[in-house]
């Protein structure tokens, strides 16, 4: 029979394991901090360049816009960076590297340009080919705006964050914190006392839990100071949310956990689960024209509903409802991984 005082002993044993180690906690708390300031400093600016258009002959790299022999019409274009060069070989041997994205040459009468078959530098030509085509030849079409707050990068890259802090936190801090207790002989000693692998697994799912939650209300708020996010829903609706995806991860962790002997072997593990789900759970960026194949993938980590259903209840102030089959799929998968890291579960290897 569960025995609620021996998980209560085992969750404050492994917190305080946790705050005495004053350099992991530490840095727990810092690395998140750094990713967040890092981003905001360089996608935080509105009028943030997306196009590099190098310059040639030009005597520095900043291109000074009103002495520069080029078109009005593209100096006058929005979110394009122009990048000076001495000669044509050196700046070509940038656009080759794809460290640019056009390459102009200042004073050219016929308007010479080079470009490579990149994306980037096909949309860089089509937006220099337009600025340059008369008025009387463009095909205006009707212009629309879409209304309401303006949601910036960061807004939309902060839940990424917070739920790949988390991940890497419940699948170390569970899988691989349990495997090294295996492999220094912590379990076997646990194993002659009445604690169950299922208090004891419990405890640590609940330890890990309380830690991630607490450092994601301190980053929340330790950054929210500074770059003021945008909130449209409810701060209880996205507490839940990131609660219940909390225990999917840690959940998730445990399967990890369950008979692993090895830290070399559980970290390639942990690797091998947490960077393909990083990537394809749009904690960077989005995979909406990804292969459909792809976004099939993602859908079985819960760090991809975990994100979703955050950035509705941030960025479109969604409410518990609206996110249900979000909930509902990760304690689903809470529930499944918990059962499989129980069955498992061995305390020797």
Known sequence: MMNLKRIWIMFRARNHEFFRDTAAFGWNFLFPFLIVGGFAVIFGDGNRAEFRVGVFPWD?????????????????????????????????????????????????????YWVTDSPKGYLAEQVFKAALAPDACRQAGERREIRGVKIRYIDWLFPGILGMNMMFSALWGVGFV???????????????????????????????????????VVMWFGCD????????????????????????????????????SSEEFSSGVVNFIGWPMMFLSEVWFSIEGAPGWVRQIAEIFPLTHILRAARRVMNDGAGLADVAPELIILSAMTLVCLTLGSLLFSWND
């Open 60 to 112: 520095s790299t900043a291109v000074s816009l009103t002495q520069a022999d080029i078109p009005k019409q593209v100096r006058q274009l929005r979110y394009v960076r122009f990048i000076g060069f001495s000669s044509a070989d050196a700046a070509q041997e940038k656009l080759k590297h794809h460290k640019i994205d056009l390459l102009i040459r200042a004073g050219s009468p016929a308007g010479e």
């Open 178 to 216: 349990i495997v090294r207790y295996r492999k220094n002989g912590v379990l076997k000693r646990l194993k002659v006392t009445p604690l169950t692998p299922f208090e004891y697994l419990s405890a640590q799912m609940l330890s890990r839990i309380f830690l991630i939650m607490f450092t994601l």
């Open 225 to 260: 100071l500074f770059l003021h996010f945008h909130m449209a829903g409810s701060y209880l609706s996205l507490f839940l949310v990131f609660l219940v995806g909390g225990c999917s991860l840690c959940a998730l962790g445990l399967i990890v956990a369950a008979r692993g």
